[in-house]
């Protein structure tokens, strides 16, 4: 095309649009690509073929307002951007984007994005989870929106661009799907954003961010702006919900965004105004000491659980009374094992001992400990209270090897071990020999065999890697 740079513009969020004419004088738009790729990589060819191949794609998209599309991607000079075609109103309120909005302007965007949220659970292969950087200003408070399926393609490769990542609903951050619920988490980050200029959560470090997406309730937006009113402020909190089935379904949503507009409730009165103002800095001082607390006990507890793990196992090695023994000279060999094997779903470490010879069965016998010691530290410090073992479809057959003098057993059954915040789900068969010393049964061996095993992420909690927690169990 010939294209010459006229003028250029930088948006309030740093984003850059150039006024620029081909040979004949005809005047366009161009949005340099901005990648932190060098254009001689192999990837920056490979995404300029998949921009190619977005841009050629026609968009359908719910909305009543204008989508700016893209013509292709041509060169200006030494940069390579994408060419729109001109438009006077986006040229001239191109700075106003990303800019803090008044409540009542707030409320006129999310009016608009709550009628474009998918409304069934597959959602539209085309959606992407909104993100206030597709947002352009038109003027008179009129808005349009950057193609986002562009704009989403780019974000990995631009300088800044990975905080697009977290502008997802914490149960898609843990591996769930993309659901209406999951897209309405999405435009209360992006409200948020627009409403205070400020990400409700710490983004200077990744790990940090997503561990307080799926941990933390999101912040009062007053504390960043305290114009805002408390019915605003309600409307943003219930869109930011961590469980989604605490998110208003969208004709809720309208219903108390209407019902704020209605009470005169989108901007604080002053005395409101005042208050928040004047708790800002305290309340966001006690957050992040809580933050910089969490992240400490994250640093230390794994030492502290190892140290915990070896006092409880000698404290029950040399524990003499206070345990009423399972296993008498009336117990049968089938019923030792079961004795094991309910030690084992109960984290019962003594238990599993009285019915093993001395030596048998330490990997259980370890693994148990850990389990129980870990379970009591984060019950104590995180709260969770869920089982971090479950035996289930447990089935004891005697072998056809088994002897009166040596009886033999075979047991197949599930084993689901949490481990940090993944399960670890195994099929298990076990070969158990059992014998008599001083009147009783004992198994004296036990060789076990993980037959298969997957892994899962547990349901609403931080995926792998985020956390630094290596309960390795095996």
Not at 69 to 89: M, Q, S
Not at 287 to 316: D, M, N, S
Request: glycine share 8%; charged share 25%; hydrophobic share 40%.
């Amino acid at each position: 095309m010939g294209l010459s740079q006229k003028a250029t513009k930088t948006a309030g969020d740093g984003a850059t649009l150039w006024l620029v004419v081909d040979e004949r004088g005809e005047k366009y738009l161009f949005e340099p690509l901005g990648l932190t790729q060098p254009p001689k990589e192999k990837i920056f060819l490979e995404i300029l073929r998949e921009l190619r191949q977005t841009i050629q794609t026609p968009l359908r998209l719910a909305t009543a307002w204008p989508v700016f599309t893209y013509r292709g991607i041509e060169k200006c000079g030494d940069e390579t951007g994408l060419v729109l075609v001109y438009d006077e109103e986006l040229w001239a309120n191109w700075e106003a984007k990303g800019q803090v909005l008044p409540p009542s302007a707030v409320a006129a965007v999310a009016q608009e994005l709550l009628s474009m949220v998918p409304t069934s659970d597959e959602g539209t292969p085309e959606f992407i989870p909104f993100y206030p950087g597709d947002l352009v200003p038109l003027g008179d408070g009129r808005w349009g929106l950057l193609d986002p399926r562009v704009q989403y393609l780019l974000a990995p490769y631009r300088a800044g661009g990975e905080q697009r990542s977290f502008y997802e609903a914490p149960e898609v951050i843990a591996g769930g799907p993309r659901t209406p619920a999951a897209y309405l988490y999405t435009l209360g980050l992006t409200l948020f954003y627009l409403a205070t200029g400020e990400f409700p959560f710490p983004v200077h470090d990744r790990r940090e961010t997503v561990t307080a997406m799926l941990r933390e309730d999101p912040p009062d937006p007053r504390y960043f702006q305290p114009q805002i009113g408390g019915g605003l402020a309600e409307f943003l909190l219930k869109l930011l919900s961590r469980n989604p089935q605490d998110r208003p379904d969208v004709p809720a949503s309208q219903a108390a965004l209407q019902q704020a507009m209605a009470a005169g409730t989108l901007v604080a009165k002053p005395e409101e105004a005042t208050r928040f103002r004047a708790e800002a800095e305290t309340v966001r001082a006690k957050t992040a000491r809580k933050r910089q607390w969490y992240w400490r006990w994250q640093h230390y507890k794994w030492p502290v659980a190892a140290v915990l793990g070896l006092v409880l196992i000698v404290f029950l090695l040399l524990r003499g009374g206070g345990y009423e023994e399972k296993i008498t000279p009336a117990t049968t060999p089938e019923e030792v094992v079961a004795v094991f094997y309910d030690g084992l779903a109960r984290l019962d470490p003594l238990q599993m001992e009285e019915a093993l010879a001395k030596g048998v069965g330490r990997e259980f016998i370890d693994m148990v400990s850990v389990l129980h010691v870990t379970g009591k530290i984060r019950e104590a410090y995180e709260r969770i209270t869920d089982p971090f073992l479950d035996l289930t479809a447990l089935t004891i057959v005697e072998a056809e090897a088994s002897t009166a003098e040596r009886p033999v057993f075979t047991a197949v059954y599930r084993l689901r071990i949490r481990q940090g915040d993944i399960w670890i789900n195994q099929e298990r068969r076990d070969r158990l020999v059992l014998e008599k010393h001083k009147m009783k049964w004992q198994i004296i061996l036990l060789d076990s065999a993980v037959l298969a095993e997957e892994r899962t992420p547990v349901p609403g909690s931080v995926p792998p890697g985020v956390l630094d927690i290596s309960n390795e169990v095996r």
